[in-house]
Each structure stands twice: as C-alpha cells, then as structure tokens.
C-alpha cells in the first residue's frame, strides 16, 4: 500500500475518531472507554497474520502469546462492555425480577 | 478468498466500529452500537483464517490453511477460557481495572507483533517499516507495563498514593532518553539485541511513567494508555498493510485523546498537571476557618417524615454508596418518593466513583432509569427548587474545599445552593474531618445527620 494511502486513510480515520467521541455525555464514559478498548483488542487480526508468517519456533512463540493477549482484550472487552450496557435501562421498563446478573 | 473481498471485509469492520463509537455515545443506542463492533470485530477475525496475506519480502503467499492453524485456534481458545470469565465475574466497582488490564494486554500483543514482524523481517526491513516497528514497541510496551501498574494500584495491590521518590523526575527523564536513544540504535543497527533493549527500558518507562500518579488521577492514564494502545495498532497495520488495523487503530487513538481530555476537564485538571503533578504538588492544607455552624442530628424515621413532605430531592451518590453496596436500598427509597409523587433525581459528579461515568454503570446495576441520571451541570440550578438533598457516600463533591482551586482540582457541585433549600441530609460513615467540613459548608440550620 502506498503511503499517501496510508496517511489519507489515517487522517481521515483521525477525524471521524474526534468528530464521533466529542459529544458524548459523562454518563457514558466508562463503557466508552472500555468500548474503545474492544476495538483495539483487533490487533489479533495482526497477531494470526505473523502466526502464520512465524518461521522460527522464537517467532511462533510470541506470536502465539500475541494471540492469546489480543483474544483476552477483544473478547473480554465487548463482554464487559456490553454487561454495562444491558444494566441502562430506560424508564417504564417493567420491574425487573431478580435484580441484575 | 480474493486480495479484494478481504480488504473490502476489512472496510467493513472498520465501519463496524465508527458505529459501535457513535451509538456508545447514547444509552438508547449504546447496547446495539457496541455488538455491532464486536461482530465487526468477528467477521474480521474470520476472515484471517481465509485469506492468506502474502509475506513482506516478496514471496509469494502459501495456500490455505494457515501454516500453524491449530496452534492458533488453541491460543484463542486460552484467551478465550481466561478473558470471557473474567468479564463475566467482574463487580461493577472494579471495572477501571479490568480496563485498564484489558487495556494492557492490548499494548502487549501490539508490541509482540511487531517484535515478530521486525524478527521476520530481519535486514529486508525499509526504513519506515523500522521506525513504525520502533514505535509501537515503545508505545506498546508502555502501555503494558503502565496498565499493569494502574491495575495494581486500583487494586489495592500497591500504594494508591503518588510514589515519589528523591530525583524521580531525573530518572524518568534519563530513562526516556535511554529509550530514545536505543531506538536511533534500532533504527541503525538493525539487529536483535538492540529491540530487546528498547523493549526492556520501555516497559521500565511505562512503570515510572504511572508509578507518580495518584489514585483519583489514575482513570484518565488509563484512557491516555488506552489512546496510546489504539496508535500503537495503527502503527503495526503500517506495518503488515492492513486498512483494518490503520482504521481501527486511529480512530482508538483519536477518540481516546478527546475522550481524556474530556475527564480531564470534567475533574478540572489539565492533562499535563495529571500527569506530571506529582513532581510538582506541593502539599495542600485546608485551613479553612473553624466557624461552627449547628447541625442536627437525626434518626432515620426524622429523614422519613421529612421525605413524605418534600417535592423534589436530589440524590448525590459517591463512590462510598458502592462500597456500601446501598445502591439498591437507595433505589426502593426513590421507587417510593416517585410512587409518592416526589421529584427526584440522582445528581452525579463526573467523576463520582472510581471512574469518569463510573457512578452511572453503579447505579445502572441497580436498575436506576438512565433518564434520571443528571449530570452534574444539569442538576445544579434545580437546587433552588429542591426540598432536600441526599449526600451518600460523596464527601468529597460537596466538600465547600472542592470550589476553591486552591484546595481542591475537583469541580464541586455548586453548594452555595444548598443555602436556599430546606434540608441537606448527609450520612456520617464518612470521616470526622469531612463530616466537619460540610458542617461549615452550610448557613442552613437545617443540617441533618441521618443514620440507617
């Protein structure tokens, strides 16, 4: 990929980023934070692409470990992010049975 | 799969998550936006296992299936046995740890893979691939030892107070020049030996990066490591040329400034003071003039009888209510005013809990409607109609310390209100001195100590 592509990419992927997050009330702030924090944890995107590039059992081993961080970041994330989620609950919801879990 | 649907897939995730980004930012749409993301994010992970990306050095690319597949099915599965319950088990009162662990796992596989790609690449390397390798191993590796540190510190398993120790800022500074210049030594010398050097005196930086920050400034390094996590992925999808990752990298990386900018101002600080603060806080005295102003003292059926009769109350819940685990008993108490008719509104200072919007996910748990969750701004020029406010737990949003910069950085709920309504409940598990100071806060003489 060529580097103006890249830097364009880039940029404009600053903006829409600022543009997106600039509103949000305080209310949000933590599952924000730990939503943004998912979304990054796709770096096992990269991690599985130099798993499969590893050449020496040191290459492979880190990359291995690459995966398993990244899974654990991604995964547990969106998981904890949308427990937060679930508990904001409009007004008029019927009582909720059994409290929250 | 063809080089053109896996990029377009990848386009795909990418819009994937500038969605998750923008219904975050509403409860309403909040849920829906962030399983957008996570299917974003499976379709991409999917599509790896599809696609055989062509090796940098010319090559040409292997046919399916990957080479090492099962060994990479069984590292996800261990990620998966280790990161799912963790999520799941987790109280509410410690998520800012497990972000900020999540966050550092996060920095750590953006670290190792460049390490692998730079091993892989060996002297075939152009200079720009070397200098994008360098710098998401510094960041990444910062981010990792930095999150590790915040996590023990929310977790109690070290100090929470700024550590500092004597010609600290000299350290920090000469550590930061030895990882500077061992990355000039990378990007020169090209060998192995030099990169684990620079990974070893990163991950030392990123220790004394966070070790001086103290406890309540301790979410916004988490969202700035977070921010630096997200570059860091940007930086190694330069590197192995995926849009995706450039995408999904820089738009962690920009919103995460804003969104510490935010809480940094929402706790009235500057982003540079949080940082580097330690180094010049002198210690604060509050020497506030010990006028004594009467305060009554009451039971709990005292604070009933003056509940029925009110019209509005406003509820002010700290990080002590959690604690306590009072959020529900506190939730059937305003189920009941409502039901009587009573206004009544939660009052939540930005950074109440241990978290910017910590208070709200506390409360949420509870099962407390978002709509009567009030920001801080919102709430304060109704406390000319209030009838009685409630303090749980919140010493420190109250406290009349809080408004004088001098005293306090936090933005304080203005109290100079609380004058004019008719009754200021505050419980006293709190410490003395606070207790003594919201004394002072009040010309009311209608202060009263509710106990449950």
């Known amino acids: 990929m060529d580097a103006i592509a890249i830097i364009s990419i880039f940029t404009l992927a600053v903006f829409v980023g600022f543009e997106v997050v600039s509103k949000v009330s305080s209310t949000l702030h933590t599952p924000l934070m730990s939503g943004a924090n998912a979304i990054h944890g796709v770096i096992l995107v990269g991690a599985i692409i130099v798993a499969d590039h590893s050449q020496t059992n040191l290459e492979l081993g880190l990359s291995l470990a690459a995966i398993i961080l990244a899974t654990i970041n991604m995964v547990g994330g969106f998981v904890v992010t949308d427990r937060m989620l679930e508990m904001f609950k409009p007004k008029k919801d019927p009582v909720e049975k059994g409290g929250s879990k | 799969m063809s080089t053109n649907l896996y990029s377009l897939i990848g386009l795909a995730a990418g819009v994937a998550f ?13 849920r829906r936006g962030n399983l957008i993301g996570a299917a974003g994010a499976t379709v991409a992970t999917l599509s790896v296992f599809l696609y055989v990306t062509p090796p940098r050095d010319g090559s040409a690319a292997h046919s399916l299936p990957l080479n090492h597949l099962w060994l990479i099915l069984g590292a996800i599965a261990v990620g998966l046995i280790v990161g799912v319950p963790a999520a799941r088990k987790v109280e509410m009162t410690q998520m800012p740890q497990l972000v900020a662990l999540f966050n550092g796992v996060g920095g750590g596989a953006a670290a190792l893979v460049a390490i692998v790609e730079y091993l892989h690449l060996g002297s075939g390397a152009t200079t720009a691939e070397v200098i994008f390798t360098v710098f998401t191993v510094i960041v990444g590796c910062v981010s990792f030892s930095g999150s590790i540190i915040t996590f023990m510190k929310l977790q109690e398993l070290m100090t929470t107070r700024p550590v500092v120790f004597p010609g600290g800022r000299f350290v920090i500074a000469g550590t930061l020049v030895a990882v500077l210049g061992s990355a000039v030594w990378v990007v020169n010398a090209l060998g192995t030996s030099p990169l684990m050097v620079l990974a070893v005196l990163s991950l030392l930086f990123g220790v004394l990066f966070v070790l001086p920050v103290g406890g309540a400034d301790v979410p916004i390094v988490i969202s700035l ?61 509050v020497s506030g003039s010990a006028e004594e102003r009467p305060v009554r003292s009451g039971s709990a059926d005292d604070v009933a009888i003056l509940l029925n009769y009110a019209r509005r109350v406003v509820i002010v819940p700290g990080f002590g209510l959690a604690v306590a685990q009072a959020q529900h008993t506190v939730r059937e108490l305003a189920d009941l005013m409502i039901s009587k008719g009573i206004d009544v509104a939660y009052g939540i200072h930005p950074v109440a809990g241990r978290m910017p919007g910590h208070m709200n996910v506390l409360l949420a748990e509870a099962n407390v409607p978002y709509d009567q969750l009030a920001e801080m701004d919102e709430v304060n020029p109704t406390f000319g109609q209030t009838d009685v406010a409630i303090v749980i737990g919140a010493n420190d949003v109250v406290n009349p310390a809080a408004q004088d910069p001098r005293f306090s950085k936090c933005v304080a709920f203005s109290y100079r209100k609380f004058h004019s309504h008719r009754y200021f409940i505050h419980d006293t598990h709190g410490s003395r001195s606070a207790e003594y100071q919201c004394r002072q806060s009040l010309s009311s003489d209608d202060f009263w100590n509710a106990r449950k």
């Open chain 2, 225 to 285: 490591l977070n921010a630096f996590t997200g570059l860091t992925v940007a930086a190694s999808g330069y590197v192995l040329s995926s849009t995706l990752l450039i995408i999904a990298g820089t738009l962690v990386g920009a919103s995460g400034t804003i969104l510490t900018r935010l809480m940094a101002e929402a706790m009235g600080r500057s982003l540079f003071g949080t940082l580097f603060g330690a180094f010049t806080a002198k210690p604060q005295e």
């Open chain 2, 18 to 30: 500038i969605l998750a980004l923008k219904g975050l930012s509403h409860p309403k749409t909040a």
